[in-house]
């Protein structure tokens, strides 16, 4: 099983700045990894897929970057609305498709 | 526009089943598969498996299996996710995602349902 591990758990970052979320895979997974933002009691969104495609209706400061092993979540300028939890996820080797444990952004 | 739509909450005793529905609606529903994914309180995502709309195949979480069976039902866009012999630590959130995975494999989830909680409490 991959394990993703994502850092820092919790990020603390002030409205306007840039946000740089971490995930790293326990073996190669290519390109094949999401992002996703959830907010309390909500269902998960997708932002990212394929590593650095953004999902319909993504706004374009979001962006990923990454392939292999390390993969970077970037939001260039936080709104209100972007804290949250973060996770990955990679689907390259499965069964299971694995999460990171999650990325808190706070203010 | 794309929709799931879950059916409610669940209060099971330990030992006992529950059976999650999940509705699609705004596409070709057997152009993708669902995946299921749950949330205990608190904690992180899981993927608990995955199943194409198109042909029914599966492919199951090692630790869930022979405890859970995914089913699709064309005729009403439905998916179906049972999971048997319940027990404490099966409390979470459940949500079903729809996933661009069609035919053999698993990929992101790019809609999902509203969830749906089971608690599992004697």
């Known amino acids: 099983e991959i394990v993703l591990t994502q850092s820092p758990a919790t990020l603390s970052v002030s409205p306007g700045e840039r946000a740089t979320l971490s995930c790293r895979a326990s073996q190669i997974v290519s390109s094949n990894l999401a992002w996703y933002q959830q907010k309390p009691g909500q269902a998960p969104r997708l932002l990212i897929y394929?590593?650095?495609t953004r999902a319909t209706g993504i706004p374009a400061r979001f962006s990923g970057s990454g392939s292999g092993t390390e993969f970077t979540l970037t939001i260039s300028s936080l709104q209100s609305e972007d804290f949250a939890v973060y996770y990955c996820q990679q689907y390259n080797n499965w069964p299971p498709s694995t999460f990171g444990q999650g990325t808190r952004l706070e203010i | 526009q794309v929709q799931l739509v879950q059916s409610g909450a669940e209060v099971k005793k330990p030992g006992a089943s529950v059976k999650v529905s999940c509705k699609a609606s705004g596409y070709n529903f057997i152009s993708y598969g669902f995946s299921w994914v749950r949330q205990a309180p608190g904690q992180g995502l899981e993927w608990m498996g995955w199943?194409?709309?198109?042909?029914?195949?599966?492919k199951y979480a090692q630790k869930l299996q022979g405890r859970v069976t995914m089913t699709t039902d064309t005729s009403t866009s439905t998916a179906y996710m049972e999971l048997r012999s319940l027990r404490s630590d099966d409390t979470a959130v459940y949500y079903c995602?729809?996933?661009?995975?069609?035919?053999?494999?698993?990929?992101?989830?790019?809609?999902w349902g509203q969830g749906t909680l089971v608690t599992v409490s004697s």
């Open positions: 995602a729809r996933d661009p995975g069609a035919v053999a494999d698993t990929k992101f989830f790019d809609y």
């Open positions: 199943i194409s709309a198109y042909n029914g195949n599966t």
């Open positions: 394929g590593a650095s």
